[in-house]
């Protein structure tokens, strides 16, 4: 099994910045893609960024311009770091990991436990 442990969400105003991390563990052979999804209340999840292992990188719209996002093939660790923060930015922040696993069934996809970003007016 593969777990994946958020961290750095919390409380911020609009304009300012907040770094999320999200570390991968357990019987991993590669993670080809690592990414970030939002749910906000009452809406449904929806794609952040996400970063291939060649760190080839896809963003929402909504956050171009704004968040980056990056990742440490070594510590199978992906970072999300936002700017410009604006309230619709509030919501809870879910890890994703696909790879391949050293156990069976080889092909897995992990999600984090949610991390929770409040961005205040």
């Known amino acids: 099994q593969v777990q994946l442990v958020e961290s750095g969400g919390g409380l911020v105003q609009a304009g300012g910045s907040l770094r999320l991390s999200c570390a991968a563990s357990?019987?991993?052979?590669?993670?080809?893609?690592m990414g970030w999804y939002r749910q906000a209340p009452g809406k449904q999840r929806e794609l952040v960024a996400h970063?291939?292992?060649?760190?080839?990188?896809k963003y929402a719209d909504s956050v171009k311009g704004r968040f980056t996002i990056s990742r440490d093939n070594a510590k199978n660790t992906v970072y999300l770091q936002m700017s410009s923060l604006k309230p619709e930015d509030t919501a809870v922040y879910y890890c994703?990991?696909?790879?391949?696993?050293?156990?069976?069934?080889?092909?897995?996809?992990?999600w984090g436990q949610g991390t929770q970003v409040t961005v205040s007016s």
């Open positions: 357990g019987s991993i052979l590669s993670i080809n893609f």
């Open positions: 970063i291939t292992s060649t760190g080839s990188t």
């Open positions: 994703n990991a696909e790879g391949i696993q050293t156990i069976l069934p080889t092909d897995f996809t992990s």
